[in-house]
Structures are given as C-alpha cells and as structure tokens.
C-alpha cells in the first residue's frame, strides 16, 4: 500500500483556482494519475475538450504545470500520439535526453464516442501512451445529453423521462472491453480514491502500473458528477462506492491479455442501491418502471458473470 505521507510531499502538477464544479471528480482523478508519476519525469498531456479542458485553462491562464495541448474533441489521441513519435524520434537524433510520459485525458463524450476513431488508431498503432478516460456518463460540459457512456435508464436533456420514453433506451458501450479488444498490453476499469475501501489506491497503482510498461495503455475510471448525476457533492463518492459494490463498476485490469479482478465484493448488492443515490434515475422507482430496474439488473448480472469467468473466479 502507498504511503500517505510521501505521497503527499510529491509535487502538484495540476494547480488549485480551476474553475471545475465544486465536488468534481475529474480533478480528483487527474492529480491521482498525475501523481503516480515520478518526480524527475516530465509529462506532455493532451486534453479533448471538455469540462476539464475549458475550466483548467482559461486564458492567460492555466492550471496545468505540466506540457499541456487542448484539442479538439475528436483527436486528443492522435495528438499525443503524434507528440510520442516526435520524442522518440528525437532520442534517436540525441536531441532529448529527458524522459518524458505521454497522457490524453477525456471524458466520455471524446472518447467513447467522437474520440473513438483517433483513440483507436493510436492504440492499435502502439504509441507509448497511457489514455485515460473520466467517464461521468453523459456530455456533461454542454448540457447533460446523452452519451454512449450513459446507463440504460439515466434522464438527460436528449434522453428525458417522460410519459412516452422513461429515460435512456440503450445500454451502455462496454469501452474498457474495446480496449482490451485491441491487444494492447494494458486495460484498467477503476474508480477515484475512495479512504476506508479495500481499493482506496486502486486508481493510483493502477495508473503507477501502466507508467512503468512501455507501449499503449488505456484507463477507463468512473467519475462523479453531482451536476449531472443529480446528487449531493458530500456524498458523491457513496455513489462510486455503490456501482463497484453493485458490480456496476467492476474494478479489474487487463495485462498483455490476461484479466484479474482487483476486487470482488464479499456480498453482492442490488443494483438499486446505486440508483437510488443519483436523481437521474428517480423515476425509475414508480411502479410503471419496475420493470426497468428488474432489466438493468440482469443487464449488470450478466457482465458480471462474464467478467467472473475471463477473470477465472468461477
């Protein structure tokens, strides 16, 4: 386990005076990936567009100390991927000695969906980069519409829930097993530092893990988002405490192909235990919806069960 107090004394590479909502989690899940890095290496971070992105660099300033590049949405990938291969073809030159860790960051909406296309090319092309995704579950930046990331069921402004549709119609894109479809050497699902869990520093060793292995990398953690997930900023991390409880949110990785759940709860719980914390979903619990909750519920079952069996737990 990490030690507290030296993680502490690790210098900040993301500043305090953002401007991201009070109680968001991508800064939370920044500094913890930012901090797995040492302390004599530098970094190039490539950010899609975002909530992340427009609240950490309003111009003249910035939050990042870091190499930073905004992009677009759709190619956050490819620009740092495009980045790495000038590094490395600038060691071949002698003309850097430096040792540098390339990173893309982005949420939901640029990666599972208009950053595909780029994340994938750089992926199968190798690039030693590590993608990670803050996944909050809906394009929150622009108004909480709907993304292939939303949960079967979710109220957004494109997805609402109403008499004709009770919310979002679809089930959610399985992108961390995407990414383990493109036999990189490594795929993590994990969440932000939750004190008192068995996976605190899940989040911070796994991304430790995937600095120290050369070649393409990919984290998928989910994110809070009291805004769009309709819930309290105080108790927001019961929230991700619940999907990983629920199996909603499994925590395992994926190394050069081999899967290993990083935790298995010692008693399973319903997934309204999870649902019931987020105003998203408040409609599901009428009567009329039932139904919904009992379909979402083999939904995650069935993932699970899957998951058990590629993990070798069953």
């Given amino acids: ?25 991508a800064p939370m899940v920044v500094n913890w990936i930012l901090k797995a890095l040492k302390d004599d290496e530098k970094a190039v971070i490539s950010n899609a567009t975002g909530c992340l992105e427009v609240s950490t660099c ?52 640029g990666t599972y969906d208009i950053g595909l296309q780029s994340l994938s090319g750089a ?8 993608y990670v995704c803050y996944d909050n579950g809906a394009y929150m930046n622009t108004g909480i519409q709907r993304s292939s ?22 089930f ?19 969440v932000p530092v939750i ?20 070649g393409a990398k990919f984290m998928n953690v989910l994110t ?18 619940a999907a990983v409880e629920t199996c909603f949110w499994p925590l395992y990785e994926v190394e050069n192909g081999v899967y290993k759940l990083n935790y298995k709860p010692a008693e399973k719980k319903p997934i309204t235990e999870w649902l ?6 408040k409609h599901l619990f009428k009567p009329e919806n039932e139904h919904i909750i009992a379909k979402i519920q083999e939904e995650v079952d069935r993932r699970w069960e899957r998951l058990l069996e590629l993990c070798g737990e069953k």
């Fill in 149 to 170: 990331a939303t949960p079967y069921g979710a109220d957004t402004t494109t997805s609402p829930a109403g008499k004709v549709i009770p919310g979002k119609q679809q």
């Fill in 58 to 109: 309003l111009y003249p300033y910035t939050a990042w100390k870091d190499s930073w590049i905004h992009t677009a949405f759709e190619n956050a990938a490819a620009t740092v991927s495009g980045a790495e291969a000038c590094y490395r073809a600038f060691q071949r030159k002698g003309k850097v000695n430096d040792t540098y860790k390339f990173i893309a960051f982005g949420g939901d909406g």
């Fill in 224 to 241: 809070p988002c009291p805004r769009g997930w309709r819930c309290d900023t105080a108790t927001e991390l019961d929230v991700i405490k």
């Fill in 276 to 281: 019931k914390l987020q105003g998203r979903f």
């Fill in 172 to 190: 959610r894109k399985d992108l961390t097993e995407i990414m383990v479809g493109h036999n990189i050497p490594y795929v993590a699902q994990s």
């Fill in 123 to 130: 992926m199968e092309r190798g690039h030693d980069m590590l």
């Fill in 195 to 214: 004190p008192g869990t068995k996976y605190m520093f899940d989040l911070y060793n796994k991304a430790e893990k995937a600095f120290s292995i050369k």
């Fill in 1 to 25: 386990m990490p030690n507290l107090k030296e993680l502490s004394a690790k210098k900040v590479r993301l500043t305090g005076g953002h401007r991201m909502c009070a109680g968001c989690g």
